[in-house]
């Protein structure tokens, strides 16, 4: 397994620990044999067909054995491995679909968790490869001293501490910090591969400033919206709003609000900082209150009305100050673009890494024919019995 650096524990993986723990074959061929789904693994049976006496009956209960799916960087990967994890939520698709319906969502979700536990695998494995080979040897005394560590500070007795962990994480205390120690390998390695990325230039900054300009204005609005009692309220509340104007006193739409909204709107007011977003992104749950709302204006301060559940409704600009856009001389907008942009970068090359560690990965099978032998075992366990559906 993974080796790892020389020397004394560092601060940061101690804190991690810590954090960690408060949060506390081939592809099931056979010969002349028969198999038995049983939790995602298989039930190995001799078959029977002269004797069937209970002595032999209770001989030939079967032996569970796993199920290959494959191998990624020279270990196995089983069945389980992907599938346990998503019992429920496999059953749960089950429940709600027919038969085709089963197998485009049942084969979306385990490509994505299959794909997510190869990926995982490499990394570790390039991560290890980075590591001291003159260190590998002492990868046994740093998980000890870690699961030491970990139980010394958790208050418990070694017994105590065992069970907690054993039942919290299903793990030794010795599988824990191993686990915990691989994490941040890994997590130091993508962080190696994201410098690779490189700083960015003072013309990308520029270019990205032209692009998002408008999201630099400063300033605030706010919203006053009316969900009506009747329809008999629009034509009166129109009429008192005609000569309404962003900024105006705003207890004219506090008094308005008594008198025509229900309770649950009249005087509720939303506010908003240009720096998330103008009027066009204002979000609302309703589509058509939206896009009314997005075309509001200074010079249109007060929407058409729209019918929400069968009531009127209609929203104010109540406020709207806005100021120039933030200068790209300040530093604080400088510092902004810069991070965003270098976030693109390394997310484009830890993108390019990824693709590059699944490409020329040890792995095999492939991952599509991985990704079959796993369909044949949810196919078998959870496609539903009630509906009609072939089975292609």
């Known amino acids: 397994m993974p080796r790892i650096f020389r020397g004394p524990i560092p601060l940061r993986i101690v804190q ?5 723990f408060c949060g506390l074959t081939p592809a099931c061929q056979t010969g002349q044999q028969s198999f ?5 693994r298989l039930r190995l049976t001799a078959e029977s067909i002269e004797n069937d006496s209970p002595e032999l009956a209770a001989d030939n209960e079967g032996q569970l054995i796993d199920c290959l799916v494959g191998h990624v960087a020279g270990r196995p990967m089983y069945a389980h491995d ?8 496999l059953t749960a698709v089950a429940a709600q679909s027919d038969v085709a319906q089963f197998r485009k969502e049942a084969r979306q979700r385990v490509q994505q968790r299959l794909e997510g536990e190869i990926l995982n695998r490499l990394l570790i494995e390039e991560a290890a490869l980075q590591r001291d080979p003159e260190s590998s040897g002492q990868f046994s005394d740093q998980v000890q001293a870690v699961a030491a560590i970990l139980s010394r500070n958790s208050g418990l007795s070694d017994a105590e501490f065992r ?12 599988q824990f910090a191993k686990d915990l120690l691989i994490q941040e390998e890994v997590r130091k390695y993508q962080l190696k591969q994201a410098a690779a990325a490189g700083d960015v230039t003072w013309k990308d900054i520029e270019r990205l400033y032209a692009r998002q300009v408008e999201s630099f204005d400063q300033g605030s609005f706010t919203l006053a919206r009316f969900e009506l009692d009747s ?16 900024g105006d006193d705003p207890a004219i739409l506090e008094s308005l609000g008594s008198k025509y909204a229900s309770p649950r709107s009249g005087g509720l007011w939303l506010s908003y900082n240009f720096e998330d ?3 066009p ?8 209150l939206q896009a009314a709302v997005r075309t509001l204006s200074t010079e249109n301060p007060v929407t058409p009305v729209v019918s929400v559940n069968g009531r009127p409704w209609l929203v104010v600009l109540r406020t709207f100050e806005r100021a120039q856009p933030a200068d790209l001389w300040d530093p604080d907008v400088q510092e902004r673009l810069r991070s965003l942009l270098q976030a693109e970068q390394q997310r484009r090359v830890l993108t390019a890494n990824r693709r590059v560690l699944i490409n020329n990965g040890d792995l ?10 796993l369909l044949d075992v949810v196919y078998n366990r959870h496609i539903p019995t009630s509906s009609d559906g072939d089975g292609s």
């Open 16 to 20: 991690l620990l810590m954090i960690a």
């Open 36 to 40: 038995v789904l049983d939790d995602y």
């Open 82 to 89: 992907i599938l346990d994890p998503m019992r429920d939520e």
């Open 163 to 174: 069970r907690t962990i054993r039942n919290e994480k299903g793990v030794s205390p010795a």
């Open 231 to 246: 329809e008999d309220s629009v034509a009166p509340l129109l009429e008192a709003l005609s000569s309404w104007n962003p």
């Open 277 to 279: 977003g103008g009027l």
């Open 281 to 288: 992104e204002v979000t609302f749950g309703v589509p058509e």
């Open 364 to 373: 095999s099978p492939s991952p599509n024919e991985m990704l079959r032998r």
